[in-house]
């Protein structure tokens, strides 16, 4: 068994134990506060597909290998959360095993760089979230990982090619990948045929769905040209003005601190500047599209895997660091979260009629009530109307004003433990 002073852990699978229970503790928890809206959003998804629908029928958001893997658990589970969400926790555990390999491939410096991957914040939170980045991000990193094994034998280009059609048909953005794969392959003058093929490989595996997808249902891609969000501007969080701020700062943070650290640890070899090249290509990407914080989570892979060798020294006290933080934002989930479901279940009881919903997360209201919900937003109607918030949201409809006129014109029905309120209209008074 390999022996390590780093966390006096004697190999990868303590930190992969220990991460096992990070990203499964709360797994069997309701839809809640954070990015509760996205794990709805593929439940109705893959409820709508089993029902005899298409997946063109949607507007477009990625290719739908991800939802195709969902689906395959749901012949065997059922449209279960949890099983959904393990298969997250799996992505994320095989992420940080990737870190390990690409790490002793690279710097000798694995298990330093799997542990901060593995007990970072932003990886615990979200490997128990039902969204398509982690799943996504493991395709991308085993292409990278084959890519780094093709430089001494050149089969494994092939695989590399394979898994990054397989990333891109997940995801499209992940295909960013390519150029630290072809910075380092023409770092290791490895012949430009190869990487040619591995380019064709990776356009082949998606392309026949996105042809078939522009040839019978052309509609389903015209969403895209609306939700553009260039340096923050477009539509994608007019109803949330506040967090898309908050984006736009994190993703210049970002961008500049990984140029400071770049220039203070100037990389060296070839692999340690292809991780740069990796770090900074996903943050461009960043904040070109500052949508959502999770778009961060490619640039985890090099950074950890650069600051593992850059800052050794560092790492132990880093890791226990993260490993800390993540324990303390498990420990007060239940304080800080929200219980949908409750809040849903009390609209069916008590309001089983048609009547007019808003609210701040559509999806899980649609999720759990089984009706028709609207965005909440500043047209709404007073009659027969319930609306729904979160705490979380009282900021954004402050600003946009659009909390004073619930407040005026609707009645507090119902408040969650001050975490989700109901507000009902006049006329459903009793």
């Known amino acids: 068994m390999q022996k390590t002073e780093f966390l006096k852990s004697p190999s990868i699978y303590h930190i992969i134990i220990v991460s096992s229970i990070l990203y499964v503790i709360w797994i069997w928890s309701p839809l809640g506060l954070f990015h509760s809206w996205n794990e709805a959003y593929y439940l109705l998804r893959v409820s709508y597909i089993l029902k005899g629908g298409s997946y063109l029928d949607w507007n477009f958001d990625n290719p739908p290998l991800f939802v195709y893997f969902l689906l395959l658990l749901s012949k065997i589970f059922g449209i279960s959360l949890i099983a959904f969400r393990m298969l997250i926790v799996i992505c994320s555990l095989i992420n940080v095993y990737l870190v390990y390999l690409i790490g002793k491939e690279i710097n000798g410096e694995a298990l330093a760089s799997a542990s901060l991957f593995g007990f970072f914040p932003m990886i615990v939170i979200f490997s128990k979230i039902i969204q398509i980045d982690l799943f996504a991000l493991m395709l991308m990193t085993i292409s990278f990982y084959f890519a780094l094994l093709g430089i001494k034998n050149r089969k494994w280009l092939f695989l590399s090619g394979i898994f990054l059609g397989l990333a ?71 109803l949330a003005p506040l967090y898309q701020f908050s984006m736009i700062i994190l993703a210049w943070s970002i961008f500049i601190s990984l140029l400071l650290l770049f220039k203070k640890k100037k990389p060296i070899s070839a692999e340690e500047k292809s991780l740069a090249l990796f770090s900074l290509s996903f943050s461009l990407f960043f904040i070109f599209l500052p949508n959502h914080e999770y778009y961060l989570l490619p640039l985890l892979i090099p950074l950890f895997l650069y600051i593992g060798k850059a800052y050794k020294k560092y790492c132990k006290k880093l890791a226990i660091i993260f490993l800390s933080i993540s324990t303390i934002l498990l420990l007060i ?84 433990h001050d975490k989700i309120y109901i507000y009902i209209s006049k006329d459903l008074v009793k």
């Open 168 to 238: 891109i048909f997940a995801k499209i953005p992940m295909g960013i990948v390519i150029l630290p794969i072809f910075f380092l392959m023409l770092q290791k003058k490895v012949e430009i045929k190869y990487f040619l093929f591995l380019l064709a490989e990776a356009v082949l595996i998606p392309l026949p769905w996105i042809t078939y997808a522009f040839l019978t249902k052309p509609s389903f891609f015209a969403p895209t040209t609306s939700s553009r969000n260039f340096f923050g501007l477009g539509k994608m969080h007019s």
């Open 333 to 416: 989930k239940p304080i800080y979260d929200v219980n949908w479901e409750e809040a849903c279940n009390y609209i069916n009881k008590h309001y089983p009629r048609n009547i007019t919903i808003y609210s701040t997360n559509l999806r899980v209201v649609e999720y759990y009530t089984h009706k028709k919900v609207n965005y909440l937003e500043e047209n709404i109607s007073t009659n027969n109307s319930i609306v729904l918030f979160t705490y979380a949201d009282k900021a954004n409809l402050e600003y946009l004003h659009i909390l004073q006129f619930i407040q005026k014109n609707f009645i507090l029905e119902k408040n969650f």
